[in-house]
């Protein structure tokens, strides 16, 4: 089976977990700061708060600008559900806005028809690898005094006008899960370019301590550490990155080139501004779901575009959540939206299998 995303990992990885082992300081400690520090070099941010994982992230991020209670949240219709969760686990209410067809990323439009006097945020996702319109979306945050929360958990190493998605808004965070661009295993880091804020995210994953080794709490907090475990999978994967980088492009201009041609598929078209990482080579099929049947039956792991958040059953009758309005483009990507192997590791013969069979299929 080619599988259709999977980290690579090898003995710079192991070179580095047996540094932390030796030292026997296995929580947060040098490594962790190091992992940081390497975050902040990627993307330009003043400061990276390091926490369990993502969704966590965002939490923290929406505690951070005291948004709760009575409070509402722009959400995208088509992201990992975790966007909309974390919204709900601060206690405000996710209103959920159409995408734009092209980016992926929440619709302009939809943002207006979705504002209400409870509105305090936007979270963008930047979906892919590619990025949702950050011009349109904090004009938008001006004009109606929204903080602005970035999902950017499939965005590392992604540009918008060579600046590093995550750092355009208030607050913005990345995820190292095991199938991102590069993984940690679990965790993520939370950027932003405010001290106020950074400090307060970091009180809020520290139990509500400035630093560790205190037993006097000021702040309410919680327990949602990083590991050096995990920042020395990180600390290698970011020596590794500019190759994966590198791969990813590789592998997605091969797609294009060998795949462009047929009518059936639909490349998704990336903004001139976008500079995008190809975390998986997507496209559009109205055959999609014939093609991945094929391709599966083949050998070949295909994968889905994130189910809408208003067609999932979790949500079904519930008042935690604003679903009213139309999904169309959410819809129709859903529908005809495939994602190709993508991993650093897809062997070229593999690759050349791959379009292979997809030439077969619509021949």
Sequence with gaps: MIIQIQPWINELELEELTKVITST????????????????????????????NGTLGLYCALLALEIGPG????????????????????????????????SLGISIKSLSSKLSNKTKA??????YGNTADMDSILKFAKEHNLKVIEDAAQGVGVHYRNQHVGT?????????????????????????????????????KNHGRDQKGSFKHDYIGFNF????????????????????????????????????????LCFYKIKNQENPVYWFTSLSSSKRDKLSEFLLEEGVQTRRFFYPLHLQPCYEGSSKINKNGDFNNSKQAYETGISLPSSYVLKDEEQNFVIEKIKKFFN
Excluded: W
């Design 122 to 127: 936007i979270m963008p996702v930047h979906l």
């Design 71 to 102: 409070d509402e949240v722009l959400v995208p219709d088509m992201t990992f559900i975790a966007t909309a969760n974390a919204v709900i686990m601060a206690g405000a209410k996710p209103v959920l806005c159409d995408i734009d067809q092209h």
């Design 25 to 52: 300081f296995i929580t947060e400690n040098n490594m962790t700061k190091e992992f940081e520090s390497m975050t902040l070099d990627l993307t330009g941010a003043k400061y990276a708060v390091s926490v369990a």
């Design 225 to 264: 550490s990083f590991t050096d475990l995990q920042a020395a999978v990180g600390v290698a994967q970011m020596k590794k990155l500019p190759e994966i980088l590198r791969r990813k492009k590789e592998i997605f201009d091969k797609y294009f080139f060998e795949l462009s041609g047929i009518e059936e």
């Design 168 to 204: 355009f808004g208030d607050l913005g965070v990345l995820s190292y899960y095991g199938n991102k661009t590069i993984t940690t295993g679990e965790g993520g880091v939370i950027l932003t370019n405010d001290e106020n804020l950074a400090k307060i995210c970091y009180r809020l």
